[in-house]
């Protein structure tokens, strides 16, 4: 059964900080990861999907990274600002399974 | 284009009562899943539709049932609500081919609270 872990569950940093949050996945026969974005009491908002053929996606100061055969991605953060403040959660997809979630870092960036 | 969305936004319920939420997908996508989303579990997969035909279907009671029609809008029934029932139900949509191999785009949500 495949299980995400992301870690740290919680992570304060001042603003302009780069920083990275894990997530780790026990099944690497993944076909793609997600990284979402969700605001309290909100819908969550898709950040960078990676197949399993690549790996890394970058969108504006958003790094993501994929390491299959470690069962590790990582979501690297330039210059927070505190916009970014939120919950980050990543999932993983293996064929014909739906998504299986990580239970999140809430992020606060502190002005 | 316009992104999921998802009617009511808000839902008061008794238990015992029943609750139908409904989801309509971005247009053009064709697949539609359902998640539940709770402070202790996290999010759950409930059931994903394609085509009209339920394709996958998480651990959760029989009381929780969905559908999708031909237009792919779907909705989810909840019937017998029970007091753990209260959550977050999230509704997301892909041009998948039935299976969750493409990005998913979600909806803000319907909170449910069960009194």
């Known amino acids: 059964k495949q299980e995400v872990t992301q870690i740290p569950a919680a992570l304060s940093v001042p603003e302009g900080e780069n920083l990275v949050l894990n997530c780790s996945f026990t099944?690497?026969?993944?076909?793609?990861l997600q990284w979402f974005r969700q605001d309290p009491g909100k819908g969550l908002t898709s950040l960078l999907l990676?197949?399993?053929?690549?790996r890394e996606q970058t969108s504006g100061r958003l790094n993501a990274s994929l390491d299959k055969s470690s069962g590790r991605s990582t979501l690297y953060i330039a210059a927070s600002q505190p916009g970014d403040s939120a919950t980050y959660l990543c999932a993983v997809v293996i064929t014909n399974t739906p998504l299986v979630f990580g239970k999140g870092t809430r992020l606060s960036v502190i002005a | 284009k316009a992104g999921v969305t998802q009617t009511p936004r808000y839902l008061i319920k008794t238990r015992g009562q029943q609750v139908t939420l409904s989801c309509s997908p971005i247009?053009?996508?064709?697949?539609v899943s359902w998640y539940q989303q709770t402070p202790g579990q996290g999010l759950q997969f409930l059931f994903e539709y394609f085509s009209e035909t339920q394709r996958n279907k998480g651990n959760f009671p029989g009381r929780f049932s969905g559908r999708q029609f031909s237009n792919s809008r779907s909705e989810m029934n909840v019937s017998t609500l029970e007091l753990g029932d209260s959550a977050l139900y999230l509704c997301a949509s892909s041009t998948g081919t039935g299976v969750a191999s493409y990005e998913q785009y979600f909806g803000p949500g319907t909170r449910l609270t069960v009194t």
């Open positions: 990676i197949q399993s053929s690549q």
């Open positions: 247009s053009g996508h064709r697949s």
């Open positions: 099944d690497s026969a993944i076909y793609n």
